[in-house]
């Protein structure tokens, strides 16, 4: 069985960084995709950034303050957020589609998520 569990979220000023980590376990897909989503009360879910088994990646127009990253021998995802703005302040989401074809920040391509860790950014 796929569980997703994130974790490193919380409370910080506007300008501040975060790293949020997804530990992937039964997962033993060689080729996948995995992703960072969001959402913020009110509006829809919305891809972050994301990665491939091939070490591409994908952003959205967090590109130059967040970073995605994926350490294979601890099976965890990473996004490192800097520079966080009150905007940013969401629940994240991590997601894995195995035998993806194509890397996009589209929610309807994973189906597998984990349960979301808050992010919240004060001005």
């Known amino acids: 069985q796929v569980k997703l569990v994130e974790s490193g979220g919380g409370s910080v000023q506007s300008g501040g960084s975060l790293r949020l980590s997804c530990a992937v376990s039964?997962?033993?897909?060689?080729?996948?995709?995995m992703a960072w989503f969001r959402q913020a009360p009110g509006k829809e879910r919305e891809g972050v950034a994301g990665?491939?088994?091939?070490?591409?990646t994908i952003y959205s127009d967090s590109k130059g303050r967040f970073i995605i990253s994926q350490d294979a021998a601890k099976n965890t995802l990473y996004l490192q957020m800097n520079s966080l703005k009150p905007d940013d302040a969401a629940m994240y989401y991590c997601?894995?589609?195995?035998?993806?074809?194509?890397?996009?920040?589209?929610?309807?391509?994973?189906?597998?998520w984990g349960q979301g860790t808050q992010v919240t950014v004060s001005s």
């Open positions: 997601a894995a589609q195995p035998f993806c074809r194509v890397l996009a920040l589209v929610p309807g391509h994973f189906s597998l």
């Open positions: 039964g997962f033993t897909y060689r080729q996948y995709c």
């Open positions: 990665i491939s088994s091939d070490a591409s």
